[in-house]
């Protein structure tokens, strides 16, 4: 578990990214503007940083380069609309350690988080759920390798097969709306009139075991270890 600050002034992304990562275990801090992004920032409680570049008060190229020139060595994941080859140069240059433009997929952010917090300082070599494998009812996920076993055979997920049965697993034994599923693997942005969810929960069911994957009726479904 890390715990995440999210400077975004859009309150949609930002309840968005935050209850993804909450829901993958970690503490998730709201900032709305850049010089209060900034200050927490600097407080030296947070272990990762998802920076807009777009913020009232002070743009996240200043935070950054405010946030670098007072020594912080914090993982930075810019996370913005502007897109353009040198606005993506001006974060690195700044001192961003990803860049990632919207609209965005939560699987890919996810992703980018735990690179960048395994790579952070004192956590080099990895280690920790973040690093490892992700255990549940005889289905086993390398997080790191991206394989996924049964009973100790090998089954084969697409990317997004592998991230619906992740959060499956971090949260086993909880009931997770279909809504909550949709919003973590498909992106705030995906249609909610959908039937994708109940169709990969189908996928899961043929390779992990139907008796996995419980149906709530009216509420959604829950992983049975």
């Known amino acids: 578990m890390a715990r995440i600050l999210i400077v975004e002034d859009e309150a949609r992304i930002a309840s968005f990214v935050a209850k993804g990562l909450k829901a993958d275990g970690h503490q998730a801090t709201v ?4 010089p209060g992004g900034l200050d927490h920032a600097l407080s030296g409680d947070y272990e990762l940083m998802v920076l807009d570049i777009g913020l009232p ?4 190229f200043e935070v950054l380069d405010q946030l670098r020139s007072q020594g912080s060595r914090m993982p930075v994941i810019v ?3 502007r897109d353009s080859v040198g606005d993506t140069v001006t974060a690195l240059e700044n001192g961003a ?4 433009p919207k609209p965005f997929r939560f699987a890919e952010l996810q992703a980018r988080i735990r690179l960048r917090l395994r790579q ?7 280690g920790g759920r973040s690093g490892d494998v992700v255990e549940a009812g005889g289905v086993a996920l390398d997080v790191r390798t991206r394989r996924a076993t049964v009973d100790g055979r090998q089954v084969d997920l697409s990317a997004r097969e592998f991230t619906l049965a ?9 009931v997770l709306s279909r809504e909550q599923l949709l919003d973590h693997v498909w992106g705030f942005d995906f249609d909610p009139g959908s039937n994708v969810v109940d169709v990969y929960v ?8 139907a008796p996995t994957i419980e149906t709530v009726r009216g509420m959604g479904y829950r992983f049975v270890p």
Request: net charge negative; proline share 3%; aromatic share 10%.
């Open 31 to 34: 900032v709305g503007d850049g």
């Open 57 to 60: 008060g002070m743009d996240g």
């Open 79 to 81: 996370l913005t609309a």
């Open 97 to 100: 350690d990803d860049y990632m």
């Open 120 to 126: 952070a300082p004192g956590n080099e070599g990895g």
């Open 166 to 174: 992740e959060i499956f697993m971090l949260n086993a034994g909880q």
């Open 202 to 209: 189908g996928y899961l069911r043929k390779k992990f075991g």
